[in-house]
């Protein structure tokens, strides 16, 4: 049971501190693996051209966001 438990904190905890990428400014984009000051901006261009993502596979769609990138940050990544 107290496995159980723990499991459940820990998701919950993945959940709230995945960075929300339809919401989230310059600063905390760079908090994701792979992202820098350009790629951040570059999303929030799409973001701001396409009413906001409605997958996380569609950051392959940013200018200098390819699987590998996607890859490392995904768990990282929230939609909402």
Do not use: C, W
């Not at 820990?10 to 984009?29: D, E, G, I, P, T």
């Not at 820098?36 to 940013?62: C, M, W």
Request: hydrophobic share 45%.
């Amino acid at each position: 049971m107290i496995k159980m438990l723990l499991l459940f904190v820990f998701m919950a905890s993945l959940l709230f501190s995945a960075v929300n990428v339809n919401k989230a400014n310059s600063a905390q984009l760079q908090t994701l693996n792979g992202i820098g000051p350009t790629k951040a901006q570059e999303i929030i261009k799409y973001r701001k051209s396409h009413g906001g993502f409605k997958t996380v596979d569609e950051l392959v769609n940013v200018k200098g966001i390819g699987p590998k990138t996607l890859l490392k940050m995904k768990s990282q990544v929230a939609i909402r």
